[in-house]
T-cell receptor, first 111, second 116 residues
């Protein structure tokens, strides 16, 4: 069964620190991986995607992908209280145009 | 900025009743999706729709569910006979199609369905 696993947290970091969020996936055929941010009671908001091994940076966010280890991560630099949310990792399904989501990691940035 | 819009934001219905959830995807997008999220649980894929037909569906999307694109802008999810366990937040999403790139799905704000 295809699974995307995340540590549910909560993860607490002080303001200005680096937050590191991790995700593993079971479907070796998955090609693309997405990070979404979800505030309580709101819809998932796309942060970024990655589909090549290595790092991809977008502002304060860096996504990392290691397909051999089936591991995806998201680093948030200079964390702000407004970054406090649940971060969802999602993987595409092999040969299909839909996403499997993890349960999310709740991040709290402490001022 | 273009966005996916959903109506209503909250729907309360009695068990056994039919409900229709409505969505207006981003205008130039070609793929449309429905996902749901039961309170406290993960976001789950229901169905994807492309070129006026279902392209994929999950085990959750049984005969009680149907989707339709009745005109050039709306995309609907119908649940024929609602059950208590259908209570969830239903998200519509849409994505463009760029060859060689993964589909970036943008989500609407959701419809909270409560079955009583």
């Amino acid at each position: 069964q295809k699974e995307v696993e995340q540590n549910s947290g909560p993860l607490s970091v002080p303001e200005g620190a680096i937050a590191s969020l991790n995700c593993t996936y079971s479907d070796r055929g998955s090609q693309s991986f997405f990070w979404y941010r979800q505030y309580s009671g709101k819809s998932p908001e796309l942060i970024m995607f990655i589909y090549s091994n290595g790092d991809k940076e977008d502002g304060r966010f860096t996504a990392q992908l290691n397909k051999a280890s089936q591991y995806v991560s998201l680093l948030i630099r200079d964390s702000q209280p407004s970054d406090s949310a649940t971060y969802l990792c999602a993987a595409d399904q092999t040969g299909a145009n839909n996403l499997f989501f993890g349960t999310g990691t709740r991040l709290t940035v402490i001022p | 900025e273009p966005e996916v819009t959903q109506t209503p934001s909250h729907q309360v219905t009695q068990m056994g009743q039919e409900v229709i959830l409505r969505c207006v995807p981003i205008s130039n997008h070609l793929y449309f999706y429905w996902y749901r999220q039961i309170l406290g649980q993960k976001v789950e894929f229901l169905v994807s729709f492309y070129n006026n037909e279902i392209s994929e569906k999950s085990e959750i999307f049984d005969d009680q569910f149907s989707v339709e694109r009745p005109d050039g802008s709306n995309f609907t999810l119908k649940i024929r006979s609602t059950k208590l366990e259908d209570s969830a937040m239903y998200f519509c999403a849409s994505s463009d199609l760029w060859e060689g790139y993964p589909p970036e799905a943008f989500f609407g704000q959701g419809t909270r369905l409560t079955v009583v």
